[in-house]
């Protein structure tokens, strides 16, 4: 028969080390969307398409899904409880924007956001 030694001691420290990582990284998975992330994401997504886009000469909308945001392609996803109110396809072309503004409601407390995308250069604004 074998016998076995210090094998308690590394199963202890294997366990350890994993529910470590498990608790490390269940707070930002489960992490509840504000506002702040879905301004963070516009910013980053709108200003990576753009550049992508505006170097291959192409036009790219912008628009309100039910309960995100797509610009282009990608899919930016809105806090809970928020879905789109009113939209408008916005085109964002090298040199032009046809402007319009994007309205979100809250479906709880009936609080209301806006994204206005301006006319021309395509600068925009939260309210």
Partial sequence: MLKRSGGVLVEVMVVCLLLGAYLAITPV????????DVYQEFDHYLLAVRQSRMLNNKKMNVLGGQTSILIGHVRIKLPVNWHVKKT????????ATNGGTIYFENIKTKARKKLVIQLGGGTY???
């Avoid at 998975?29 to 702040?36: D, L, M």
């Avoid at 408008?88 to 040199?95: E, F, L, S, T």
């Fill in 29 to 36: 998975v489960f992490k509840q969307r504000t506002w702040q």
């Fill in 88 to 95: 408008k396809v916005i085109q964002m072309r090298p040199g």
């Fill in 125 to 127: 604004a939260w309210r």
